[in-house]
């Protein structure tokens, strides 16, 4: 039987125990106040980072060498920072020219600015623990004031530490963002790791939040973690031996149980591979909302990071991608169902292909496999399906046009999510090999590619609509999966016409008027920061502030939540209410951001199912970056103990 796939999605096949998908409800959800101006990032670099986050070496520029200073002469006394622990300097060795030198900071001291200095920021994760020197060792949380170790209170930042810690201890399969079934209430004892069909996007999210907190304290910690990320999600890529094509999720098999049971060997969408010397096994058909996350991520940690090894392998990963989507492909096989004159028809032609990444794995009889519309309505030219190339194509009707008999009548399907992941694409490749001369090839084929389309591409952005306010907000997360991009777009261009024209005429007046009133501070903190000055006033950042505040600790269990009678129902959506629930007293879900504000109850609740925290994370240091929010813990720091 040929293998079914919602064009843009994925195979849905039961995951780990069928018994589970009706505890699994809302999580599978995939699709897709201080501070001079709070409302507006006016002052945001080209890189994109904020002009108040500290920064190694002065600032990254966009592919920028970190070490090439290195090489060439130096000044006696002249400091630089390798990374957070580790500064160079400039030394007068006897003979010869002055060279550098590098050495590890001191206890509690670290490389922030251009040499090392003391400092209060986070050297690892609460609760993590070691062996140092033949003693056993705990994170714990200092302050300054008191000179020693103290609880965690109840603000902001300590709330995102206690998730930060959660999700890494407890919400990571093989490194990868998962929502983990536990065997009862008290979450000691792991059964299966859910949702990792979707783990490609979550954990992109969690790595822009992580580089978002680097570029803000640039914590050790954080350094540490977002390199860790940006090897995990490279390997996303490497697993499948496709260019540009990406995994969802791996993991190895033969050794922990949890990892093999996410292996489904009858499910079409998962493949047994070996990967770095050991039985693995691959999620693929991997959909476009994968790459939303992804990209958004290691666009972010390369402007985090100055290790130049891992700001390679983000070069690497985002680079192959953009060759791949803009080589323009001829002859390609194509099969294509499509019905005319209420018949179906199946032909096997050859089209002529751009913006697509080919997966042979998924193709049907070494062909691309196109339907043209569904069962149900042939017209429904949106819903087609596609196997066998992951497409980005911001004008679905440059395929459909191709079909013979039908491609003349067929109207023009403008896609604006796909515009903005395809130009946030290509602009994330550009920035990654600025100033790198051994990317100055590839990078003109891409901006002379970029340059040519991105007009016509905002054209389809400017269309960019959501109608299922209409419809109870059945499907949200289509809403988060272009948020993704379009904040690193516009937070990438440089242009000031194509910037004010994105801001204003995409940001300004399509997406952020169907969300204002949402209560979400993903959404918000995006619009505020890369929309135009004023486009939310200071009361409303202070609220979204508010809102933030009030998410819930960790465990983030799916437990039952009733807020019936505490909110107007809607007597058009069954279980909905009118107005949007408060942060604190919402329906716990996987990405609280992507999901129905509405909804007034937990469906099928199972307390012992555990989210991760990655969307307070991404929106609290989100906020940090960009002064909507200051350090409401200020000197305390994560720190060994003893």
Same mark, same amino acid.
């Given at each position: 039987?040929?293998?079914?796939?919602?064009?843009?999605?994925?195979?849905?096949?039961?995951?780990?125990?069928?018994?589970?998908?009706?505890?699994?409800?809302?999580?599978?959800?995939?699709?897709?106040?201080?501070?001079?101006?709070?409302?507006?990032?006016?002052?945001?670099?080209?890189?994109? !980072?904020?002009?108040?986050?500290?920064?190694?070496?002065?600032?990254?520029?966009?592919?920028?060498?970190?070490?090439?200073?290195?090489?060439?002469?130096?000044?006696?006394?002249?400091?630089?920072?390798?990374?957070?622990?580790?500064?160079?300097?400039?030394?007068?060795?006897?003979?010869?020219?002055?060279?550098?030198?590098?050495?590890?900071?001191?206890?509690?001291?670290?490389?922030?600015?251009?040499?090392?200095?003391?400092?209060?920021?986070?050297?690892?994760?609460?609760?993590?623990?070691?062996?140092?020197?033949?003693?056993?060792?705990?994170?714990?949380?200092?302050?300054?004031?008191?000179?020693?170790?103290?609880?965690?209170?109840?603000?902001?930042?300590?709330?995102?530490?206690?998730?930060?810690?959660?999700?890494?201890?407890?919400?990571?399969?093989?490194?990868?963002?998962?929502?983990?079934?536990?065997?009862?209430?008290?979450?000691?004892?792991?059964?299966?790791?859910?949702?990792?069909?979707?783990?490609?996007?979550?954990?992109?999210?969690?790595?822009?939040?992580?580089?978002?907190?680097?570029?803000?304290?640039?914590?050790?910690?954080?350094?540490?973690?977002?390199?860790?990320?940006?090897?995990?999600?490279?390997?996303?890529?490497?697993?499948?031996?496709?260019?540009?094509?990406?995994?969802?999720?791996?993991?190895?098999?033969?050794?922990?149980?949890?990892?093999?049971?996410?292996?489904?060997?009858?499910?079409?969408?998962?493949?047994?591979?070996?990967?770095?010397?050991?039985?693995?096994?691959?999620?693929?058909?991997?959909?476009?909302?994968?790459?939303?996350?992804?990209?958004?991520?290691?666009?972010?940690?390369?402007?985090?990071?100055?290790?130049?090894?891992?700001?390679?392998?983000?070069?690497?990963?985002?680079?192959?991608?953009?060759?791949?989507?803009?080589?323009?492909?001829?002859?390609?096989?194509?099969?294509?169902?499509?019905?005319?004159?209420?018949?179906?028809?199946?032909?096997?032609?050859?089209?002529?292909?751009?913006?697509?990444?080919?997966? #042979?794995?998924?193709?049907?009889?070494?062909?691309?496999?196109?339907?043209?519309?569904?069962?149900?309505?042939?017209?429904?030219?949106?819903?087609?399906?596609?196997?066998? !190339?992951?497409?980005?194509?911001?004008?679905?009707?440059?395929?459909?046009?191709?079909?013979?008999?039908?491609?003349?009548?067929?109207?023009?399907?403008?896609?604006?999510?796909? !515009?903005?992941?395809?130009?946030?694409?290509?602009?994330?490749?550009?920035?990654?090999?600025?100033?790198?001369?051994?990317?100055?090839?590839?990078?003109?084929?891409?901006?002379?590619?970029?340059?040519?389309?991105?007009?016509?591409?905002?054209?389809?952005?400017?269309?960019?609509?959501?109608?299922?306010?209409?419809?109870?907000?059945?499907?949200?997360?289509?809403?988060?999966?272009?948020?993704?991009?379009?904040?690193?777009?516009?937070?990438?261009?440089?242009?000031?016409?194509?910037?004010?024209?994105?801001?204003?005429?995409?940001?300004?007046?399509?997406?952020?008027?169907?969300?204002?009133?949402?209560?979400?501070?993903?959404?918000?903190?995006?619009?505020?920061?890369?929309?135009?000055?004023?486009?939310?006033?200071?009361?409303?950042?202070?609220?979204?502030?508010?809102?933030?505040?009030?998410?819930?600790?960790?465990?983030?269990?799916?437990?039952?939540?009733?807020?019936?009678?505490?909110?107007?129902?809607?007597?058009?959506?069954?279980?909905?209410?009118?107005?949007?629930?408060?942060?604190?007293?919402?329906?716990?879900?996987?990405?609280?951001?992507?999901?129905?504000?509405?909804?007034?109850?937990?469906?099928?609740? !199972? #307390?012992?199912?555990?989210?991760?925290?990655?969307?307070?994370?991404?929106?609290?240091?989100?906020?940090?970056?960009?002064?909507?929010?200051?350090?409401?813990?200020?000197?305390?720091?994560?720190?060994?103990?003893?």
């Amino acid at each position: 039987m040929r293998p079914s796939s919602p064009l843009g999605s994925v195979v849905w096949t039961p995951l780990l125990l069928v018994g589970l998908v009706a505890l699994v409800g809302l999580a599978g959800g995939c699709p897709d106040n201080a501070g001079d101006d709070p409302t507006n990032d006016s002052g945001t670099s080209t890189d994109g !980072a904020s002009g108040d986050a500290l920064s190694p070496d002065g600032g990254n520029s966009d592919g920028g060498d970190s070490d090439a200073s290195t090489t060439g002469p130096c000044t006696v006394g002249e400091h630089q920072c390798v990374d957070t622990e580790h500064e160079r300097v400039c030394q007068d060795t006897g003979g010869g020219e002055p060279t550098w030198t590098e050495q590890a900071c001191g206890t509690y001291s670290y490389c922030l600015v251009d040499h090392c200095e003391e400092a209060c920021i986070d050297e690892c994760e609460l609760g993590d623990t070691r062996s140092s020197s033949g003693q056993d060792q705990t994170c714990r949380l200092y302050s300054e004031a008191s000179q020693g170790f103290v609880a965690p209170g109840s603000g902001t930042h300590d709330l995102a530490r206690l998730h930060g810690a959660w999700t890494r201890q407890n919400n990571l399969a093989n490194g990868y963002i998962c929502t983990t079934l536990y065997s009862d209430t008290t979450h000691t004892t792991p059964t299966a790791y859910l949702g990792t069909v979707d783990a490609a996007e979550w954990t992109g999210t969690y790595l822009a939040a992580e580089s978002l907190r680097l570029m803000t304290t640039r914590s050790p910690d954080a350094e540490a973690s977002v390199e860790r990320l940006v090897e995990r999600i490279h390997e996303l890529f490497e697993i499948t031996g496709q260019p540009g094509y990406m995994a969802r999720v791996w993991a190895p098999l033969g050794g922990d149980p949890l990892y093999d049971a996410m292996y489904d060997a009858g499910d079409p969408s998962h493949f047994q591979t070996t990967f770095g010397g050991q039985s693995a096994f691959y999620h693929a058909w991997t959909s476009r909302d994968m790459y939303s996350g992804a990209l958004l991520g290691l666009s972010l940690a390369y402007d985090a990071l100055t290790s130049e090894a891992h700001r390679e392998l983000i070069r690497d990963a985002v680079v192959t991608l953009a060759l791949e989507l803009i080589e323009q492909r001829t002859g390609v096989p194509v099969t294509v169902r499509f019905n005319f004159m209420g018949s179906w028809q199946e032909q096997t032609l050859t089209f002529d292909l751009e913006h697509v990444v080919l997966v #042979p794995e998924e193709m049907v009889n070494g062909a691309v496999y196109v339907q043209v519309g569904t069962e149900a309505d042939p017209s429904d030219y949106n819903s087609s399906e596609l196997l066998g !190339a992951r497409e980005f194509f911001p004008d679905f009707s440059a395929m459909l046009s191709q079909v013979p008999l039908l491609g003349s009548l067929i109207p023009a399907v403008p896609r604006p999510g796909s !515009a903005m992941m395809l130009a946030h694409f290509l602009r994330a490749a550009l920035q990654v090999t600025e100033g790198v001369p051994g990317r100055a090839g590839e990078r003109a084929l891409i901006d002379a590619h970029y340059q040519a389309n991105i007009n016509d591409w905002v054209a389809v952005m400017e269309q960019y609509a959501y109608h299922n306010d209409t419809e109870c907000w059945k499907q949200t997360f289509g809403i988060t999966i272009a948020y993704h991009p379009i904040y690193g777009l516009i937070r990438l261009v440089t242009d000031p016409t194509l910037r004010s024209t994105l801001q204003q005429q995409v940001l300004a007046t399509k997406m952020w008027p169907i969300v204002a009133t949402h209560k979400n501070p993903y959404f918000a903190y995006v619009a505020s920061s890369q929309g135009p000055s004023g486009l939310l006033t200071s009361g409303e950042i202070q609220a979204i502030g508010d809102q933030l505040g009030q998410f819930v600790p960790p465990p983030k269990a799916h437990a039952l939540v009733d807020n019936t009678g505490s909110y107007p129902a809607d007597p058009e959506c069954p279980g909905q209410t009118t107005v949007p629930i408060d942060v604190g007293t919402r329906v716990p879900t996987d990405f609280l951001w992507q999901h129905n504000p509405f909804v007034l109850t937990t469906l099928n609740p !199972a #307390p012992q199912m555990v989210y991760p925290g990655t969307d307070y994370l991404l929106a609290y240091w989100m906020a940090r970056h960009y002064g909507y929010l200051t350090d409401d813990a200020p000197g305390t720091c994560l720190r060994w103990d003893p």
